[in-house]
């Protein structure tokens, strides 16, 4: 029920209401509060500007799992296909010029998407299944095409790409700047544009939007393309930051981009879910790691305390559902 | 500490609860003996399905108590409340689709302490209670291929049990057709004479006066009055429901219909539903009423020239030129409208809220060449209709899943009466519509008509559909059997039809 914030807070038990309803930013804010008071390298601006350039990569594929997530379908390919479109791109980069290899790596990562949108939306094939097939494809692709080992940028468009990756704006990082616009692009889609509105709607009711003339199949298939183009967005961006495309990137991304959709309050049911909570869900896990580094925990404890923190998050919300 | 010196069976006393600061009940009394059968009344959103969630569990009160054959309960879920005899037909169904209707019926039974279900006896045990009820309907069939009148049968069946107490019927009619409303009818009146109270909410008066014996009536979420039966009448009820007098519920209509067709239909039959060799037309500007029993195939009908059913053979021409709708989405394109009678599975978006529910249809008109939306007109279109239909609810933002039943199916028309159409389905218009709503709903048909579109309903009520309809055609057994004219119109010859004998002849 959407009542004021002031209204919020006076009803009975209201403030505990708002903190369950706002749950990710307060956990978010929380965990801002706990890491700057734990450890003193927190705050400087070398151990933000690596969050940001940590995050920014899952951030992107992130926005991807989100709407697809909204129809009510999963794209698990994400990860492998940032692995193959990387070294995509490494390879395109090395031969055409520059704005060229980008768009034509986009452009195949559309079309790997496609693929999968073609499988759920036309052969009406389980998302799950069809984009773990996928998965499985683009890894086994990504291995065939760099013959195992890393391929690295050679050529100035090369040297601009891992320059841009590298340096910030304003002091924030370059490639944190792409994540962002892309939240604020996926924001405003999913809020003020026709494509949002009825991709929610056939995430909460798939019938009704059938029966209410809506091209159902039509934005299945797109969430899926889009969905792959993010994923050549954020290839681009991780092969620039090394200056290589290596086929054992991205490995389990996709895990963590589910996680920080679901984190940000999304539903796997779909229907449910906005840009920025999913923007919070990836900054609380970038958090959560960046914190356990600091404090010098190793890579498998760190595994367990991300898990609690989703199986925590995910309970906060099940109370504002109530 | 029994009580055994009241009267009744269950007492509600005091009963108040709030969602939020909306505050739904206040102080509402509810008391009930043992085999009879209390109405509840009152308009939509009143707070009627709020009250019998309290007393099964659904919802927990703020305040009040409810006392059951002399004791206090407070069930904290369904399950409590049903192993105290309390057995509820919600007003919208709760079936699990793909489990057969033997499993739904013994769903909650299951597991109760038994490890082990004996799977043939509740096959048998199921397929027994639903003989009883008269009505035809296999056991073993999976839910999700019942119609919506047999699921609606499911939901009773599932509520009947030898240990029922009190048993609550939330708008258990409102799919029915009249015959199935009169077996419904003898299944109440048994169960009553066995001692069981029972608890019966519809917006169907005539119904009320046919079985209540008591009447308790709800208004904005305060109870204003509770007698017998015998001591009321229909515009005594509606004065309690509504506060005032009401005029004629059906509006009257000086709309010129149109000479040509805007829409026609020919030799129509489906490919995998029992509708065949249908034939028909309707004019610009004319109501057109679609009767028939249950299951005679009106919605697969209307589903079919929507797109949503495959077609085998037939053609279709509006405005005189052929079309093609092998899908909803064409059907739309081409401006013919369908509003759905399963509101919750094919006509809202729970989640979503009232806004974004009805400008889903109207984007069109209120984005931009590149789908932006123009959220100002957004607002004011549905800001209008909410007010136009009255549906109640605090602002547009509202979640659909917290309306009322009658004003979720108010967000479900309005969806599609707000657009431009060429020729609309609406497949019972006001399911679940209080009395004083029903008047608005017909005054927006008359209006979309008086556009010079081209409207077809489709409705089990009898009075709603001579009171509305310009001309009706009865289906019987997948086809149209018959066409009444305005002087025609009477119930018996809707019955006639419907079970595929002629009219008398004078
Ligand atoms: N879960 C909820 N959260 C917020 N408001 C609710 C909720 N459930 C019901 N309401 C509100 O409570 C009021 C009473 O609703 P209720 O469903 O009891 O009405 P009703 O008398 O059954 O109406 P109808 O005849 O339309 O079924 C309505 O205004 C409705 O919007
Ligand atoms: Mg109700």
């Known amino acids: 029920m959407a009542l004021t914030i002031k209204e919020q807070l006076s009803s009975p038990g209201g403030i505990l209401k708002f903190l369950v309803k706002y749950n990710t930013i307060f956990i978010f804010i929380l965990l801002v509060i706990f890491s700057a008071l734990i450890s003193d390298v927190f705050f400087t601006s070398v151990n933000l500007s690596n969050l940001l350039k940590q995050v920014s990569g899952i951030g992107i594929i992130s926005i991807g799992m989100l709407i697809v997530i909204l129809t009510g379908g999963i794209d698990l390919s994400v990860g492998s296909m940032v692995a193959l479109l990387a070294v995509t791109f490494a390879i395109l980069v090395n031969i055409f010029a520059l704005p060229l290899a980008i768009l034509m790596t986009i452009i195949i990562g559309f079309g790997l998407g496609s693929i999968s949108g073609y499988l759920v939306a036309y052969q009406k094939m389980a998302p799950f299944v069809a984009t773990l097939a996928l998965m499985t494809i683009a890894r086994g692709l990504s291995f065939i095409y760099s013959k195992g080992s890393p391929v690295t940028f050679t050529t100035v468009g090369g040297k601009f790409m891992s320059d841009f990756a590298n340096n910030s704006t304003l002091r924030i990082p370059n490639i944190a700047i792409v994540f962002f616009i892309i939240v604020i692009c996926a924001m405003v889609m999913l809020r003020y544009n026709v494509f949002g509105r009825l991709v929610i709607a056939i995430g909460s009711n798939e019938e009704a939007s059938r029966l209410s003339g809506i091209k159902v199949n039509k934005y299945k298939f797109l969430v899926y393309a889009i969905s792959g183009a993010l994923a050549a967005t954020a290839a681009i961006i991780v092969a620039s930051r090394t200056n290589l495309g290596s086929p054992n990137m991205g490995m389990a991304w996709e895990l963590d981009a589910i996680a920080a959709v679901v984190i940000g309050g999304a539903s796997l049911n779909g229907g449910k879910g906005t840009a920025i909570n999913t923007l919070m869900g990836v900054l609380i896990l970038g958090l959560i790691g960046n914190i356990l580094n600091l404090l010098n925990v190793p890579s498998y404890p760190q595994q367990v305390v991300k898990g609690a923190i989703i199986i925590f998050a995910v309970l906060l919300q099940r109370f504002d559902s109530k | ?506």
């Open chain 2, 1 to 506: 500490m029994k009580n055994s010196a009241s009267e009744y069976r269950l007492e509600m006393t005091g009963i108040s609860k709030s969602f939020g600061v909306v505050s739904v009940l206040k102080n509402v009394n509810l008391k009930v003996k043992s085999g009879e059968i209390h109405a509840l009344l009152g308009e939509n959103g009143a707070g009627k399905s709020t009250l019998i969630k309290i007393l099964s569990g659904v919802h927990q009160k703020d305040a009040g108590r409810v006392v059951l054959n002399g004791e206090e309960i407070t069930p904290k879920n369904t399950h409590e409340g049903q192993v105290l005899g309390i057995n509820v037909v919600y007003q919208e169904l709760s079936l699990v689709n793909d489990l057969s209707v033997a499993e739904n019926i013994y769903l909650h039974k299951l597991g109760a302490n038994k490890t082990w279900m004996n799977w043939k006896g509740v096959m048998n045990d199921a397929q027994e209670l639903l003989d009883s009820l008269d009505f035809k309907i296999d056991a073993s069939a999976k839910v999700k291929n019942l119609s919506i009148v047999q699921k609606q049968v499911v939901e009773i069946a599932k509520a009947i049990s030898e240990d029922t107490k009190v048993l609550v019927l939330d708008e258990p009619t409102t799919v029915f057709d009249p015959k199935d409303v009169k077996k419904l009818f003898q299944i109440l009146f048994k169960l009553r004479d066995q001692g069981v109270s029972i608890i019966y909410i519809s917006h169907h008066l005539d119904e009320i006066f046919k079985i209540a014996d008591t009447v308790t009536v709800l208004r904005d979420g305060v109870d204003t009055g509770s007698m017998p039966i015998a001591e009321t009448d229909k515009d005594g009820v509606i004065h309690l429901m509504i506060g005032r007098e009401l005029n004629e519920l059906y509006p009257k209509r000086d709309i010129k219909i149109g000479e040509v067709p805007i829409f026609e239909v020919k030799d129509l039959t489906a490919k995998e539903t029992l509708v065949h060799d249908v034939s028909f037309d309707v004019k610009p500007g004319e109501v057109l009423g679609i009767a028939g029993l249950g299951g005679s195939g009106r919605t697969e009908t209307a589903k079919l020239i929507f797109g949503a059913d495959k077609k085998k053979s037939g053609t279709l021409l509006l405005e005189g030129k052929e079309i093609k709708t092998n899908s909803p989405v064409d059907a739309a394109g081409y401006k013919i409208g369908f509003v759905s009678e399963d509101r919750k599975e094919e006509g809202v978006f729970l989640p979503l809220s009232i806004r974004r529910n009805i400008s889903i249809t109207s984007f069109d008109s209120i984005s931009s060449k590149l789908g932006f939306i123009n959220v100002d007109n957004e607002y004011k279109k549905v800001l209008n209709l909410i007010k136009k239909l009255n549906i109640k609810a605090p602002n547009s933002e509202v979640d659909v899943k917290n309306l009322s039943g009658g004003n979720q199916q108010k967000v479900a028309l309005a969806k599609w009466l707000s657009i431009d159409s060429k020729v609309i389905f609406i497949d019972e218009p006001t399911r679940g519509v209080d009395v004083g709503a029903k008047i608005e709903i017909y005054n927006l048909i008359n209006e979309v008509a008086k556009k010079g579109v081209g409207v077809v309903v489709i409705s089990s009520d009898m009075p709603e559909i001579m009171g509305i309809s310009d001309r009706i055609l009865v289906m019987h057994k997948g086809t149209f059997y018959g066409e009444l004219q305005k002087e025609q119109f009477s119930e018996e010859n809707i019955l006639r039809y419907s079970i595929g004998e002629p009219l008398k002849t004078i």
